[in-house]
């Protein structure tokens, strides 16, 4: 009876555009959010950088070649470099200076061995676990990161010897072993891959390897740093982009597109998500303004139900109720229509070739759920301050 | 419980000079249990004493006391608890809602305290001469009619005290014995008081005070 004497005379097309401006402002709100996300974890897993990291070097040019300019980094190019505000991070990438054989060892593969270029990179960058990245004199084999090209190049040379190639998996599993060597000392260590780069085109091994080699089997010439790891903050690798060419350096284009892609639809996605934002507030603001309009027109219903004895406490629930249950079912409808909104999208990306992962974000479902409590929390204000109002 | 109007002046009336034995500007106790009749005319302030003594208008100087406390003191769950089971009223305008039929005005008051069975309420309409109405929408009825649900919705809880302001002005004689029949049986069967305002009459009935504005 309350509710027919509180909400039956309502003006029903104002409340359907609250509610349909409400709906849409959530839609797009998760729908955004939930890609936002995604297209940040893209590539995530798939390559042993973190996102938004590459490696560069100084692009070669004629008098690079002659000797008449630095291809190495000094430090304080590094520093200058470090101290951009669209820089995360910068890590010179040492390399070897010492002699080592790469091969495979075992008797499932044909013998296959080649000059090895090593490097090693600060652990925090790769997307590696560290218990696995370790490796100190007397292990059993030491980790390597093995680039793509060099893996592809194994697979050809069995498939010329007429064997089976092999997988990524397996090739994990085959042993394999360094040779370094320093004048008449030589020594064999194992080695097994662990995993596989596209973004770096030497063989990556534990620091403590590097190390070890250096000190046992250097001849005693310094390292350059010819190369440095790079990580931009996100959404900014554009400007990255920028001074790398500013400054003539260059790095692998796969590493460049997938950066800049995510960085424009980054960015769009945040364009998209702070106009959602806005919808949201001004829809919620919209329904809010509706049930003080309401609750005006009903002042004499709500002064009088309090005269003949109904507590302020008692209507307040009643309105608050009644608005936070619409919202809810935007809220509910909204959630459904970013489901199916999602089921299209997703379908758009694969076909485009662009296989992101399907699975809802949970940080999607909390804004969903902490945009119900913050328009809850406004209901519930208003309602009071509208009863009391009267009362 | 006793209600004490000390000093009590409403400001739209301070301006104007009231009669020594005028309620306005002196102590005066209403006695629990006590049949009162406030006589007055026009503009007087008949409706003022009835929102201002039931804590509807708070612009006067003096203070109204609710047995030993101050009304001006009262928190929303005291004032329900006044309006729910101590004090019940009868309002100039009658304060119902049009939009709803008899059936659901009465229902609405009643399930605060589930006073009455719906069967007694139809009963109370019945002597009324409008149990007929009972699903018509309050607001098509005439003014008697009117007024009589809102009798009926004035019995519809306990009560220590009942103010009715003019509550018989569109009755006639035969509908205004009749309601006062009811509201006298309801009265002594709670030991309550009641005030009725008039602009004279007192419908054939003894009153145990008079008041004056």
Not at chain 1, 316 to 324: A, L, P
Not at chain 1, 350 to 363: F, K, R, Y
Not at chain 2, 146 to 164: C, D, G, S
């Amino acid at each position: 009876m309350l509710d027919k004497l509180l909400f039956k005379n309502q003006d029903r097309l104002q409340l359907l555009i609250a509610v349909f401006g409400s709906f849409l402002g959530v839609t797009f709100l998760v729908t955004s959010i939930h890609y936002l996300i995604k297209v940040q974890e893209f590539g995530k897993g798939a390559e042993i950088l973190g996102p938004n990291t590459i490696i560069v070097q100084k692009k070669v040019s004629n008098t690079g070649t002659l000797g008449l300019k630095p291809t190495d980094f000094s430090e304080l190019e590094i520093s200058k470099i470090k101290n951009m505000t669209f820089i995360k991070e910068v890590q010179p990438v040492r390399s070897n200076n010492f002699k080592v054989w790469f091969g495979t060892k075992d008797p499932l593969v044909p013998p296959f061995s080649t000059d090895a270029y090593v490097q090693t990179i600060d652990p925090q960058f790769l997307d590696v676990k560290p218990d696995v990245w370790t490796w100190k004199p007397g292990d059993k084999f030491v980790p390597v990161i093995m680039p793509r090209d060099l893996f592809v190049m194994l697979n050809t040379f069995m498939s010329a010897s007429g064997m089976t190639q092999i997988s990524d998996d397996l090739v994990k599993q085959i042993n394999c072993e360094f040779k370094l060597s320093y004048n008449n000392k030589t020594e064999h260590l194992n080695c097994r891959v662990v995993g596989f780069t596209n973004q770096v085109s030497s063989i990556l091994v534990p620091e403590s390897f590097m190390e070890y080699g250096t000190v046992n089997f250097s001849d005693g010439t310094p390292q350059k740093i010819t190369q440095i790891l790079i990580s931009g903050k996100e959404n900014e690798f554009g400007l990255v982009e920028d001074m790398l060419e500013e400054r003539g350096l260059e790095s692998r284009n796969s590493q460049m597109v997938v950066g800049r892609l995510k960085s424009i639809v980054g960015t769009l996605v945040l364009v998209i998500m702070s106009i959602s934002i806005i919808a949201v507030l001004v829809s919620g603001l919209v329904l809010i303004q509706y049930m003080q309009l309401l609750m005006s027109r009903n002042a004499y219903e709500v002064r009088t139900l309090m005269r003949i004895g109904y507590h302020p406490k008692k209507i307040i629930r009643k309105f608050f109720i009644y608005f936070v249950r619409i919202f809810g079912i935007i809220t509910a409808v909204g959630f459904g229509a970013f489901v199916l909104l999602k089921f299209v999208l997703d379908g758009v990306f694969a076909s485009g070739g662009v296989n992101i992962d399907t699975q809802l974000t949970l940080t999607s479902i909390f804004t969903l759920l902490f945009a119900y409590a913050l328009f809850a929390l406004a209901s519930f204000i208003t309602a009071k301050k509208g009863i009391l109002n009267e009362y | 419980m006793n209600i004490t109007l000390d000093r009590l002046m409403p400001e739209p009336l301070a301006s104007i000079k009231h009669g020594e034995s005028s309620i306005w500007g002196n102590h005066v106790v209403l006695e629990e249990g006590k049949r009162i009749l406030l006589n007055a005319s026009s503009g007087k302030g008949k409706t003022t004493f009835t929102t201002t003594t039931l804590g509807l208008r708070r612009d006067y100087s003096g203070s109204i006391t609710y047995g030993d406390k101050n009304i001006q003191a009262f928190t929303a769950d005291e004032w329900t608890e006044v309006r729910t089971r101590q004090i019940a009223v009868v309002f100039q305008d009658l304060q119902l809602f049009p939009k709803l039929s008899v059936a659901e005005n009465l229902r609405l008051k009643n399930s605060l305290t589930d006073t009455f069975s719906e069967l007694e309420l139809k009963q109370l309409l019945e002597r009324l001469e409008i149990e007929n109405k009972w699903e018509q929408e309050c607001g098509l009825l005439s003014m008697g009619q009117q007024q009589r649900v809102a009798i009926v919705r004035a019995m519809a809880q306990p009560f220590e005290w009942l103010i009715m302001d003019e509550p018989f002005s569109h009755l006639d004689v035969e509908n205004a014995k009749r309601s006062m029949s009811i509201i006298n049986e309801r009265t002594l069967a709670q030991n309550a008081g009641f005030v009725l305002t008039t602009l004279g009459e007192s419908h054939g009935y003894s009153f145990d005070q008079e008041l004056f504005l």
